[in-house]
């Protein structure tokens, strides 16, 4: 019934689509196994894409070749760029997205791929001999073979939702839990844990009083995520708003905790520390009078509404009665209420580097199996699982990322040597190399590295050098071109900078905070009509690059030193437990986690700089 698969991916939402893309686009034979086709690539969740930190991380997927930007693009009603008022390594896009048309798109967009076949079925356990993984196992009983696996069950490995005193097991509302796979993976030795993850309740758009709200519109002049031609734009927008709880809505919530699963230890796992419930915001700021909520629409043409900043698991009739006490709510009326839900992870420090698991070869774990939380974390765990799993079948190197690359570099190091205790989100914060990875650059840092592996197209890696080559002619030009004092002088005062006495280069005018190219085109005429030959993105790389040259170059010395530890290699089989210098909690992390670089090796938790120093000793030896 079946042939033999290059790689097996086990559901399909984000993780698993982008696995399943990127390993069929490779050249290798992909089945897609999902418990339900007409759920492929779901927002569970809020209907948006991007954000601070994972709006980088969706160009960072596009730039590679992956499809998370253009099905984002496609399925678009409202585009932000985030933080225009920091500085550039804080700029992040993000999108409000046609929940319906986002699944349609990603169906699509595989069903077009003829590497890829899907399998409508639960899948109860793999197949493992010799410690390698050779296939899955189907509720039916059905054994189908494949050279490797991906898993990306998101919340559903034996998912339980609750609200309030009521729960039942379950994936997502309305979907079953998968059963068999943590049972078996423990059996191998892995390690499981739980977590938890919650949502709003949906309302009726047309039972609110928008009067009541702030408007929040999409930017002026919208962007968008992926870097090719096969998306523009948006050419309108539909609007959010946001609106607030107050005093009463919170007092209402108050009557609920003795019956929250929250609150009466129902629920054991963790939830994520930094998209708390409504129930934990007023337990844990009990000093705040109010809660910001976004009030934002889940498509084109649906009446049906997110109540983002709303999540609980508290009982449907006090969700109700407190919603209802928050402006423009008044008459609301709710399709579903929120829920919490809690599933089964596998701490990530039993993985390597490449996303397949140390236990079982040819196994790989990618999304909220890892303990991420996240479309865009998910999405970006499946591309790197689907590359790695179809690059191990075709007996090629490991393609991995390093910290100083991209934030899914930064994303997975963290989850391999730190682990993580609680849902794992980006945030700028995480990259200590931020100001390389921006979000404008994604496609400079790693459209060669996907072009290189067969994912990213001749077109995207022509375009990057078109830009790189322009940028660079830009900017040379800035330096040469001089504007006189008396052509510059009355508009510098006018726009609050100091005016000049002497002839000065363009660009040294474009380091002073108060001039950018906008400001540059109303000097001179001739300049404005020099800039306006070249493309948007042109102008914005070179602007960056000369206003920030400095510390670009801070940031690149420093990642010049570290790659020295990042070229150290250690041995897979050396032995830590035969070095006795080493301190007791430095040796057992070394050896649970077996860092394959000195690098690598300093980023674990427990391992200290006098281990560090020991190990170079050794290692030299």
Known sequence: MFDQYDVIVVGAGHAGCEAAHAAAKMGSKVLLCTMNMNTIAQMSCNPAMGGVAKGQIVREIDALGGMSGIISDKSMIQFRMLNRSKGPAMWSPRSQNDRMRFAEEWRLALERNPNVDFWQEMVTGIVVKGGRVVGVRTGMGIEITGKSVVLTNGTFLNGIIHIGEKQFGGGRTGESASKGITEQLVELGFE?????????????????????????????????????????????????????????????????????????????????????SIEDKINRFAERERHQIFVEPEGWNTVEIYVNGFSTSLPEDVQYKAMRQIPGFENAKMFRPGYAIEYDFFPPTQLSLTLETKLVENLFFAGQINGTTGYEEAGSQGLIAGINASLKVQKKDPFILQ?????????????????????????????????????????????????????????????????????????????????????????????????????????????????GVNELKMLDKDLESYLSGFAQDVLEQAEIQIKYDSYIEKERQMVEKLSNMEDFKIPQKFDYLQVPALSAEGRQKLNKIRPITLGQASRISGVSPADLSILTVYLGR
Not at 229 to 254: A, F, G, M
Not at 422 to 432: D, G, K, L, Q, V
Request: overall charge neutral.
């Open 192 to 276: 499981s844990g739980r977590m938890k993850t919650g949502t709003p309740p949906r309302v009726d758009g047309r039972s609110l009083d928008y009067s009541k709200m702030e408007v929040q519109f999409g930017d002026e002049n919208p962007e968008k995520f992926s870097y090719s031609d096969e998306t523009s734009p948006l050419k309108e927008q539909r609007t959010c708003w946001i609106t607030y709880t107050n005093k009463d809505v919170h007092q209402t919530l108050e009557t609920g905790f003795d019956r929250s699963p929250m609150f009466n230890g129902r629920i054991q796992g963790l939830g994520p520390r930094y998209c708390p």
């Open 403 to 515: 910290r100083s690359e991209a934030y899914i570099g930064v994303l997975i190091d963290d989850l391999i040597n730190k682990g993580t205790e609680e849902p794992y989100r980006m945030f700028t914060s995480r990259a200590e190399f931020r100001l390389l990875l921006r979000q404008d650059n994604a496609d400079i840092r790693l459209t060669e590295r996907g072009y290189q592996i067969g994912l990213a197209e001749q077109s995207r890696l022509d375009k990057v050098q078109s830009k790189k080559e322009e940028t660079a002619r830009l900017i040379n030009d800035l330096k040469q071109k001089k504007l006189e004092p008396a052509i510059s002088n009355e508009i510098l005062e006018e726009i609050g900078t100091a005016t000049i006495r002497e002839k000065i280069s363009i660009e040294k005018l474009l380091k002073r905070p108060q001039i």
